[in-house]
Structures are given as structure tokens and as C-alpha cells.
């Protein structure tokens, strides 16, 4: 059985490290020449959990897109 935690943003339960889960954590970054950043360094244990659906409606959210609405055919 996998580990469970609350999500940041709907308190649902997520399944910790299962693929697509989002998690927020905190370390170090390097600049790159070309831009960007490569990895982060000395990364901190996961300080929280999120669905990728609570991800994607949040940066929706955050970009003033109107949120989409779903519909059954």
C-alpha cells in the first residue's frame, strides 16, 4: 500500500510518489548560461502534496484564464 497525504489545494487524499504527483519542496539552484536552471541541490523532504489536476486548475487560476468547465457527451 502507498503512503497518503492531504493535497495542498482540495485536502483530498494524494498517493505519495505515484507518477504525475506534484510535491513542493525547497533547495538549491544553479543559473545556467543558456538560462534556466539544470537540478536543484540539497533539495528538502517533500514539505506537501498535490493532485496534477490541482496543479493545472491553479495555474489556470494564476494566469486569469477563465476556468474551464466539464462536460459529459
Known sequence: MKATAKCFFCDEMVKVGEIGVYRKV?????IRPQ???NSLAFMT????WAHSACIDREKQ??????MQEETLF
Not at 26 to 30: A, I, K, R
Not at 45 to 48: F, G, H, N, R, S
Not at 61 to 66: A, C, R, V
Request: charged letters at 15%.
Open 35 to 37: 538560462g534556466g536552471i
Open 61 to 66: 487560476l494564476k494566469s486569469g484564464k477563465p
Open 45 to 48: 523532504l517533500p514539505e506537501a
Open 26 to 30: 525547497s533547495g538549491w539552484s544553479q
